[in-house]
């Protein structure tokens, strides 16, 4: 079956701190994964996606096929990184998202 | 131009009810869909329509779970009555095809039954 799993309900952090966010995906096919994110009183966006390989925000995430997992990573966390981060994977050739429980960052000063 | 809206933003109804969600796509998006997102949990998928078809309706959770889309437009997501598990927040996402591989989402709509 395919699932997503983000273990951890909320990461607290001081400013200029490394982050991690992790998740893990099972799915049979070749995975295509996101993460989104809702800052406070926001609608969810798109953050990045494994297959654009780009840094958006400071943030990067590395698809590792081996370990079945795609980790957020940022060098040093900043006070407006503060948000709901979720983590999501695409099944099926219509881009049906199936996403994490998601993960609270709350970086403190 | 406008992203994605939904009305109502809140709807509070008694059990046995039924209920009608509205979503607006962002003009020309072919590709709508509806997650819905319980309390502490993740977005789970509902429905997914392109242009006024369903052909992915495999997480509306019952028979009380319905939706249909007018064109390439509004879709209404019906919930015929409402049971107190059916409290969440209601999203629509759209595309401008389903190969896209963003959604842009709407503000969502928070449903409680009483």
């Known amino acids: 079956a395919q699932r997503v799993t983000q273990p951890e309900k909320l990461l607290s952090v001081f400013k200029g701190a490394p982050v991690e966010l992790k998740c893990n995906y099972s799915y049979s096919g070749s995975p295509e994964l996101f993460w989104y994110v809702q800052y406070s009183r926001q609608r969810l966006q798109l953050l990045l996606r494994h297959i654009s390989r780009e840094s958006i925000k400071g943030f990067t995430a590395d698809l590792n096929k081996g370990e079945t997992s795609f980790h957020l990573k940022k060098p040093f966390a900043q006070e407006e990184d503060s948000a709901m981060y979720y983590c999501a994977l695409v099944t099926g050739g219509y881009n049906k998202l199936i996403f994490g429980a998601g993960t609270r960052l709350a970086v403190h000063p | 131009g406008a992203g994605v809206s939904q009305s109502p933003s809140n709807k509070v109804t008694e059990k046995g009810k039924d209920v009608e969600l509205r979503c607006d796509p962002i003009s020309g998006h072919t590709a709508l869909y509806w997650y819905r997102q319980r309390l502490g949990q993740g977005l789970e998928f509902l429905i997914y329509?392109?242009?006024?078809?369903?052909?992915?309706k495999s997480g509306l959770p019952s028979d009380r779970f319905s939706a249909e889309r007018t064109g390439e437009s509004v879709s209404t997501l019906t919930i015929q009555r409402t049971q107190q598990e059916d409290s969440a927040v209601y999203l629509c996402?759209?595309?401008?095809?389903?190969?896209?591989?963003?959604?842009?989402f709407g503000p969502g709509t928070r449903l409680t039954v009483l």
């Open positions: 996402a759209s595309s401008l095809r389903p190969s896209d591989s963003e959604q842009f």
């Open positions: 329509f392109q242009g006024n078809s369903a052909p992915d």
